[in-house]
């Protein structure tokens, strides 16, 4: 009898290790998994990737469909996350603007490297402007809603100044005038807000698509960009007749 019991305290020692070495072993991975899928950035590029989700988010679905729950859903995050980072919806929509902003005077600033002639160069802008409204429409569109935006933010204040600094110079260039940003003549400043409302106009609309019925009547072939280039260059009174 006491041979058996001790037989079976062995058996049941025996076992009673592998079990809780199984089960040991068992839970750290799954503690692990846990902690990486909740936490699949380093803390210092977790703000960019964040910033980086919510543009996917803008540009598939819209500024309805931005929310903050929305861009922890696409980062693969917790829903604090955003709120951490950026406070609240209007914060992460300012701090996404200036990211649009950075992105826009960059093309602007790149965007005359391949002209060859004056004439190429004066068009290159307004050409970079509109195709990085068609390239990112949903950024686009975020720029300009000053409503939801919080310019008291450093990094959207920052954006916005070198964008109008970016179009004050080139209008400058154009005039053969040195423009300060920070004092316009009324002329200066006239020049400034017909070239940006032209091509803000031009771009609104082509987004819209409001031009489709002017392009539909103009001659089979012609391009949105063809239409812009003679709307900066064909003058807008007509020759006296003789």
Known sequence: MAKTDTKGETARSARSPRRTNS???????????SVKSETPYHHGAL???????????????GLAGLTL??????AGVSHAAPTHHFGDLTGLL????????????????????????????ALARPKAY????????????????TERLDYSRPSLHEAAEASF????????????ERISGDAL???????????WSMVHGFTTLLLDGRLEDILGRLPEGTTAERLLEAMLTVPLTMKPHA
């Open 23 to 33: 089960n040991a072993a068992s839970r750290p991975k799954r503690g692990a998994a």
């Open 47 to 61: 703000r960019e990737a964040l910033l980086q989700a919510a543009e996917r988010v803008l540009e598939r679905d």
């Open 69 to 74: 729950r929305a861009v922890a859903r696409e």
């Open 94 to 121: 300012s701090e996404l603007a200036a990211v649009g902003f950075r992105q826009f005077n960059a093309a602007m600033a790149s965007s005359c490297d391949a002209a060859t002639t004056p004439l190429e160069a």
């Open 130 to 145: 509109v195709a990085y409204a068609q390239a990112h429409p949903g950024m686009y569109s975020i720029m300009f809603r």
């Open 165 to 176: 600094a970016g179009l004050a110079n080139a209008i400058g260039m154009m005039r053969q």
């Open 185 to 195: 003549t009324l002329n200066q400043g006239a020049a400034i807000a017909r070239a």
